[in-house]
């Protein structure tokens, strides 16, 4: 999953054993659904976003949010 926000996507890389035998794994971001109310369009908009899209949304407000999500051209 990928942060609509962020644009975090999950990393890859390599999970090395005791034996030093490497398999390939990945990291996962912490995306949650989350869902907020957009006053200017009067309805509530579902996210997805990581952790730390949820902060930036805490400090910078969802009107910016949303508007940098449009500005990338997702569609919210």
Not at 7 to 29: A, M, N
Not at 33 to 52: F, Q, T
Request: net charge positive; aromatic share 6%.
């Amino acid at each position: 999953m990928r942060c609509q926000l962020t644009g975090r996507e999950p990393g890859f890389g390599k999970q090395v054993s005791h034996s030093h035998v490497r398999t390939s794994r990945r990291w996962d971001p912490n995306v949650q659904v989350k869902s907020y109310w957009l006053a200017s369009e009067g309805r509530r908009v579902r996210l997805r976003l990581s952790a730390k899209g949820i902060k930036t949304v805490d400090r910078i407000g969802i009107e910016a949010a949303v508007a940098r999500i449009r500005a990338r051209g997702e569609k919210v």
